[in-house]
Nanobody
């Protein structure tokens, strides 16, 4: 089992930056990938970014050039650096772990509880 805890979400003005963290515990040595997703009420969970065990990354078109995913293996933590935030980035952001298909939420084995990001116009 792997336990994920997100942090870093808060209210920020448009154009600002935030860094989300996802701390993993448990059988972390088995994790092949980590991803970030987001969801707003009434909509499906949306892929944001993901990183594999060999540091390959993938991004949704809507965040390319603005968001950066990274990880610190020593700390078992993944990060999502979000710059140039827009009001449409407002959502609950979820961390997920362990999927061979980076942009498919249904393939991830483990999920965090989510952290709220609100971008004011």
């Amino acid at each position: 089992q792997v336990h994920l805890v997100e942090s870093g979400g808060r209210l920020v003005q448009a154009g600002g930056s935030l860094r989300l963290s996802c701390a993993a515990s448990g059988r972390t040595f088995r994790i092949i990938s980590m991803g970030w997703f987001r969801q707003v009420p009434g909509k499906e969970r949306e892929f944001v970014a993901a990183i594999t065990w060999d540091d390959s990354t993938q991004y949704a078109d809507s965040v390319k050039g603005r968001f950066t995913i990274s990880r610190d293996n020593a700390k078992n933590t993944a990060y999502l650096q979000m710059n140039s935030l827009k009001s449409e980035d407002t959502a609950v952001y979820y961390c997920a772990a362990d999927s061979p298909h980076l942009d498919e939420p249904g393939m991830y084995k483990y999920w965090g509880q989510g952290t709220q990001v609100t971008v004011s116009a």
